[in-house]
C-alpha cells in the first residue's frame, strides 16, 4: 500500500510538473522550467536554450526540446560531450540572428523557416554546417579532435 502511494503521489507530481512547462514566457529575463537552472533566453528576438551536463541537464534539455526546431549538439571524437562551445547562427543573407555561448553539450533555438548557416566554435577551431528549418526539428552534431 505504502509503495502504491509513493508511486500514485510521484506520478502525479510528475504530470504537475510536465503540465507546468506550457509554453514559455517570451520576454528579456528568460524563462526556466520547474526546479531546473536551465534558462530560455532571447537573442535580438530569437528564443534559445542550452545545456545538458549532468541527468538533470539532460532531463531539462529533453522537457524544453519540444519547443525549438533547431537542436545542436557538441562532442569530442570518442565520445565526450563539449560544454562552452561558441554558437553563431546565420540566415541566408549572411545576417547574424543568433550569437552565444552553450552552457552545455546541447543548444536548442527556435527559428523562422529557412536555411541558415550554424557556425560552432570550441577549441580553437571553427565548423560550419547548413540548417534547413521547417516542420518538426532540425538536428545538428558538431565534433572536435
Do not use: K
Not at 536554450?49 to 539532460?58: F, K, P, T
Not at 538536428?139 to 579532435?145: E, V
Amino acid at each position: 500500500t505504502t509503495l502504491a502511494l509513493l508511486l500514485g503521489g510521484g506520478l502525479s507530481l510528475l504530470a504537475g510538473a510536465q503540465q507546468t512547462l506550457g509554453p514559455p514566457q517570451a520576454d528579456e529575463r528568460g524563462w526556466s522550467p520547474p526546479g531546473g537552472s536551465m534558462q530560455v533566453q532571447t537573442y535580438q528576438g530569437v528564443r534559445f536554450a542550452s545545456g545538458g551536463i549532468g541527468l538533470s541537464g539532460r532531463e531539462q534539455i529533453r522537457a524544453l526540446s519540444s519547443q525549438f526546431n533547431l537542436q545542436l549538439m557538441f562532442a569530442m571524437h570518442g565520445g565526450n560531450y563539449l560544454a562552452d562551445a561558441q554558437v553563431r547562427i546565420l540566415d541566408s543573407r549572411g545576417n547574424v540572428v543568433l550569437d552565444a555561448e552553450s552552457q552545455g553539450p546541447y543548444f536548442l533555438a527556435q527559428l523562422s523557416p529557412g536555411s541558415y548557416t550554424v557556425e560552432a566554435s570550441a577549441r580553437g577551431q571553427t565548423q560550419r554546417q547548413t540548417a534547413r528549418v521547417g516542420q518538426g526539428q532540425s538536428r545538428l552534431n558538431f565534433f572536435w579532435r
